[in-house]
């Protein structure tokens, strides 16, 4: 503390062999032994004799640092919404799909093994439906507490493990479980939430709710795939979704821990782990993971205006674009356009032609904070705007037939943007009105169409029915956002948040919040809403470093009224037309 050490574990703790916490595991589970446990283990007269010392595991080289973010805390407790009696025990439903764990007191005979088991689904029949995610784990019961009754019983929740769940299906009891005795306990990092949304679709509304839900879920000092099956900061997720979480989260401490895990993982040659922290498995998966390297400090300056994350990593960014652009990159195992279940093949060299971009822009973007030169990165971008136009066919359309490789030719200037729309828009009708993208694609399509007067279009690929979809997911029973549009019948994940870069449409198209890129901490912000004709209303807020903006429009007979809370220090403009500090009022 403050440069001291203040405490250190070495062999001088003792510890005791037959624990009461006799087996745990963060992907399977706890057994907790009641007979093993002394509450008064943590008083000064306990008595340790037969307690041993620790040993040291000199194969563990552990970096210490201080952990700058919010701690993980439990955030909430839930009550079950319905207990069932099935012939394996007693099925509880808390309602929405959380990461956490169970609080339970049992009272039950010394030696009653009592088995929490947890799922996200069930079959109709009240049997847990997996999804396959258990199939990784053979050897071990998968998402599975135990607690072993005791001469007198405690109020107990595993301390070494946290699952993914909504059921909880209790093996052991005699009784059904009171609702005061069995209470599933919400676990994440303590991580503010600084937005508001509302509207008169209800659809929306839901993507909304699982979407905080599902990166709430997957705060656990990384942004986590899913609480469930992996656990694991996998990075692509990360690069599709940060950017609604800078603006739905007071996320900018959070990140910039995990930014800090991204330079300690780096290879002295660049490579960046697709999984963040890393036990070593993920080198060489692309820029499609690697790009939240560059992502995530861009959208730190843009939301909150401290460049400090952006000039910290530029070090780190020009040892990365040189292994980039190295022969070496092309012998990795790319992910490209992958959607939970199908990695939509749409060519590494487009890939690496679009990241040259992107990478390149934040790259000379962070210069200017440095003053250095960064004049090679905009040869290289010019050198990769200019190749992209052997994707553009002698009509003005994309040649790679993607929804993806559309959009991110619209979103980066690469084309004719009235065919390439024009081009786009029919590849959506051909599906039904449902996009046909995954993390990669899914990062640009909204921009693609809301930038060019088609917000309409964007819209009615995220309300669509059926699948691919997000009003399929809540069709049946969703109250998180999922990994896969389509089962795949192997590992699918309840949980993640990779899809959820939807909020971002909500809050700068749909309500119109775009902060300027170049300003930084929304201190300059043009509002442009995009006025949906099925939606009566819609409103929200974000908490910015000057205030809270608050907006909203609603249709008023045959006018629609745009009215802007505007906070003091924030520029905002609306068709170019300043604005002033407090309530205005716009006609549209």
């Not at 590494?348 to 990241?355: A, E, G, M, S, T």
């Not at 065919?419 to 029919?426: P, R, T, V």
């Amino acid at each position: 503390m403050d440069g001291k050490k203040i405490l250190k574990s070495d062999e001088s703790f003792l510890c005791r062999e037959n624990s009461f916490v006799v087996h745990n595991q963060l992907r399977s589970g706890e057994i907790f032994d009641a007979r093993l446990y002394s509450p008064d283990w943590n008083k000064l007269d306990f008595d340790d004799s037969d307690w041993k010392n620790a040993v040291t595991d000199d194969k563990i080289k552990p970096y210490f640092k201080k952990c700058e973010c919010e701690p993980v805390r439990e955030m909430k407790t839930l009550s079950y919404k319905s207990c069932t009696k099935t012939e394996e025990g007693y099925l509880l439903d808390y309602g929405v799909n959380i990461s956490g764990y169970i609080r339970a007191f049992i009272d039950m005979p010394e030696g009653t093994e009592v088995v929490f088991r947890h799922a996200e689904e069930v079959y109709p029949d009240g049997r847990l439906k997996l999804n396959g995610l258990n199939v990784l784990y053979p050897s071990v019961d998968f998402q599975t507490d135990r607690y072993i009754c005791g001469k007198k019983n405690y109020l107990w929740s595993p301390k070494f493990t946290y699952h993914g769940f909504r059921y909880v299906l209790i093996e052991g009891l005699s009784a059904p479980p009171d609702k005061k005795d069995i209470k599933a306990v919400i676990v994440h990092q303590n991580v503010k939430k600084i937005s508001e949304f509302s509207s008169s679709d209800r659809l929306l509304n839901k993507i909304y709710s699982a979407g905080i839900r599902s990166v709430q879920s997957n705060m656990m000092y990384s942004l986590t795939d899913c609480p469930t099956r992996e656990k694991f900061g996998w990075t692509n997720d990360a690069q599709a979704s940060c950017e609604q979480i800078l603006i739905n989260f007071d996320s900018k401490r959070f990140f910039e821990k995990w930014l800090e895990d991204f330079k300690f993982n780096m290879l002295p040659d660049g490579q960046i782990p697709a999984i963040v922290p890393t036990h070593g498995y993920g080198y060489g998966h692309g820029p499609v993971a690697d790009g939240s390297f560059f992502e995530i400090p861009y959208r730190i300056y843009q939301y909150t205006g401290d460049s400090g994350a952006l000039i910290g990593c530029l070090t780190y960014f020009k040892k990365y674009y040189n292994y980039f652009t190295s022969d070496k990159c092309d012998e990795t195992d790319w992910l490209c356009d992958w959607d939970g279940f199908t990695n939509h093949d749409i060519g590494k060299d487009f890939i690496r032609l679009i990241y040259t971009v992107k990478i390149c822009d934040i790259i000379i973007f962070t210069m200017k904070f440095t003053g250095e030169d960064s004049g090679i990165y905009k040869r290289d971008r010019k050198n990769a705007m200019k190749a992209l136009k052997k994707f553009i066919d002698k009509d003005g359309r994309c040649s790679i037939n993607s929804q993806s490789a559309v959009a991110a030719l619209i979103c980066f200037n690469a084309g004719d943007k009235h065919k390439l729309i024009g081009q786009l828009k029919n590849m959506i009708d051909i599906k039904g009105g449902h996009f046909d993208c995954g993390m990669f694609g899914i990062q640009y399509i909204y921009k693609a169409l809301s930038d060019n007067g088609e917000g309409e279009y964007a819209y009615k690929i995220i309300t669509a029915k059926g699948a691919p979809g997000f009003e399929n997911w809540f069709s049946r029973g969703a109250t998180t956002l999922w990994e896969t549009w389509v089962d795949s019948g192997f590992t699918d994940s309840r949980n993640h948040h990779m899809y959820s870069n939807v909020l971002q449409w909500f809050f700068v198209y749909l309500l119109g919040i775009k902060a300027d890129k170049n300003a930084g901490g929304y201190k300059k912000v043009e509002f442009s809403p995009t006025v949906i004709k099925k939606m009566r209303y819609c409103k929200g807020s974000v908490i910015t470093p000057f205030g809270k903006i608050s907006v909203k429009w609603e249709k008023l007979g045959n006018r629609t009224e745009y009215t802007v809370n505007l906070p003091e220090g924030i520029k905002g403009y609306h068709k170019g037309e300043p604005l002033h500090s407090g309530i205005n009022i716009i006609n549209i």
